[in-house]
């Protein structure tokens, strides 16, 4: 009983930055729609000028896309100090649900297709349930981390199509042209300690790497018989 309780703590732990990785990317999405709004806004513009001519629209419209690039450093901030704060414990979380993955898939084969008894049904359901939650754990913290970086450049691809739109007030330009800089020289990304970044590439890594293991184990396990 004790295994599965920690496994299931293993599984919770990565649910838990799942979670602050989601939050994270409904904030790059929030940030994305506003500075979409700015470009729709001004793409259809022939002469910014003749249309928004009013200071309190200049000034609002300046103080928007400032409040948007504080907030987009914020969210680097914290997508940084996430992946520094979490990197031992997600580390060590990972590896051990990948082994979480390659044992109970393999005592789910063994019970179920190769070593059938009369308690093979329940040993299965015993293997099953914990490599479910493994599996899920594992592909949503990777997904949403790579989501996070896809909205991100997301938000980075709008910045410079506002930098193509000439028929802004030259502060609103430079604000424009500083937030691009900030952005090029900061590269995003969530590290298990350094040791490797967590995105979908890793779960395809571990899946293959399991499925190798797997066939390992059960090639030994039929030799044995």
Known sequence: MLPNIFDFVICLHIFQYALILAIIKIKYENL???LSELTEIYNGLQVYTTVITGKNKYSRTLLQLTTIRRNYAVLSDICDDISQLYGVSILF????AFGIIVYYSYLAISNSIIDIHEKSFIY???AVLPLIGAVLAVTAIC???NDVIAQMRKVID???????VRNFHREIKTELEIFA???SHREISFQACSMFSIDCGLLGSIFSVTATYLILLLQFYGSSK
């Open 32 to 34: 994305y729609s506003k």
């Open 93 to 96: 979380s990972l590896t051990y």
């Open 124 to 126: 299965t359901i015993d």
């Open 143 to 145: 997904v949403l981390a």
């Open 158 to 164: 709008v910045i410079y199509q506002l930098l193509n």
């Open 181 to 183: 800089l900030e952005v």
